[in-house]
Structure formats: C-alpha cells, structure tokens
C-alpha cells in the first residue's frame, strides 16, 4: 500500500530554516512526480512546489520561490523541502503528495496520494 510519510516540521523564528522530508513506503517513489503543499488555519490548500520523476522540471510558487528548495533522492525514496528565510504567512500544515507517471503542477487535483501532513509554524 503506498504511504508518504513527512517530517521535519517545527517551530522556528523568522528569518530560519527547516528542511522537511516526504519519505515513501510501498513504492519505489522514481515513478512518481511529487508535490508539496500547505494548509493554513481558515486557508485553503495551496500548492508550494514540485518536482518531477526524474528532478529534471521544478516549479514553486511565486510565494516561495528563491526561499525553498525542492529535491529528491530515488536512491532513499525520499523528496525534500528545504526551506529558508521563513516568514510567519509561512505557517501551516505541509503535505506531500504523489503523483504516479503524473505531471509536475501546483494542482492537488494532480496528486491522488497523501500524506499525513507535518506542521511548520514560524513565530517569535
């Protein structure tokens, strides 16, 4: 049965970093374009990044874009988010999500598997 699992998560100061890990159970995770999104209180699921089955096509929201970082390794079965000069609007529950032979887009209709989710929150 095909699992994501995210960790990582935390609290931190503005201005910091975190790296979240999106690690697959069940499934060789190279056949599977992934996606980071996020969920904040009262907000809708918004799409963060994502990252092709071979790393080779990447988008990021403009929300993000030039503070995170996304990749993977196949070899670990495991996808990153690296995430640096958090704001407190970064905030919310971040989930990964799978996409089998699936395009790279900022869509969650695109990605029909889940995590559970990991919660980022970003205070002083």
């Known amino acids: 049965q095909l699992q994501l699992v995210e960790s990582g998560g935390g609290l931190v100061q503005p201005g910091g970093s975190l790296r979240l890990s999106c690690a697959a159970a069940g499934f060789n995770l190279d056949i599977y374009a992934i996606g980071w999104f996020r969920q904040a209180p009262g907000k809708e699921r918004e799409g963060v990044s994502c990252?092709?089955?071979?790393?080779?096509?990447?988008v990021y929201s403009e929300s993000v874009k030039g503070r995170f970082t996304i990749s993977r390794d196949n070899a670990k079965n495991t996808v990153y988010l690296q995430m640096n000069s958090l704001k407190p609007e970064d905030t919310a529950v971040y989930y990964c999500?799978?996409?089998?032979?699936?395009?790279?887009?900022?869509?969650?209709?695109?990605?029909?598997?889940w995590g559970q989710g990991t919660q980022v929150t970003v205070s002083s």
């Open positions: 990252i092709s089955r071979v790393g080779n096509i990447i």
């Open positions: 999500a799978a996409a089998f032979l699936g395009r790279c887009v900022l869509s969650d209709a695109g990605f029909p598997s």
